[in-house]
């Protein structure tokens, strides 16, 4: 027999051997095994800011009483009148810092000729992880609070100015509603 064909037989006998083990075994199969993650869902925390009823206070020179209701009474030249609005913020989540603020922004008071000045504070009712700010804010840090909590009173207090005449401030209107509480997520700075 020629060499050609014993290298031929041979190479036949090794693919036969290998399909029978193949065909004679089933299929190969790797290992493989599944575990979930803990059933622990994660879930956002929560920064929210509640309002409550506010209330006013003529702080004017010389007035007869400290009562002041915007639906019946009137600003004149030389009055100060303050409201002062109780503030709730909720602070839920492991890294969160924010502030609280007054947005008055948005407040039209040119009806009144340049003569209304209009001044916005925030402070906070002493606990710890809260900073009452000398910038009128409030800052948080959640991870130093001892609740989730924020008690604070918003103060806007309006003041027209002595120097303001008839025909620059009769009449004059300025829509509060354009006034905003704001509570606002930070990032926290790096604790040394």
Do not use: C
Request: hydrophobic fraction near 40%; charged fraction near 15%; proline fraction near 5%.
């Amino acid at each position: 027999m020629s060499s050609n064909k014993l290298v031929l037989k041979g190479a036949l006998t090794v693919a036969t051997g290998t399909a029978l083990l193949v065909g004679g075994f089933g299929s190969f199969a790797l290992w493989s095994e599944q575990d979930p993650l803990p059933s622990d869902p994660i879930s956002a925390g929560e920064l929210s800011l509640q309002a409550q009823t506010g209330s006013w206070v003529d702080e004017s020179e010389g007035a007869a009483n400290a009562t002041w209701d915007p639906a019946t009474d009137k600003l004149v030249p030389g009055d100060t009148v303050s409201l002062t609005v109780p503030l709730t913020v909720t602070a839920v989540g492991k890294n969160l810092a924010g502030r609280i603020d007054l947005d008055g922004s948005a407040l039209d008071v040119a009806d009144f000729g340049g003569h209304l000045t209009v001044s916005y504070d925030v402070a906070p009712t002493p606990e710890a992880g809260v900073t009452d700010e000398t910038n009128g804010t409030v800052s948080f840090l959640r991870s130093a609070m001892g609740d989730n909590s924020i008690q604070a009173e918003g103060k806007v207090t309006f003041a027209l100015s002595s120097a303001a005449t008839l025909s620059e401030a009769e009449n004059a209107n300025a829509v509060l509603s354009e006034v905003q509480f704001v509570t606002t997520q930070v990032r926290p700075t790096v604790q040394p």
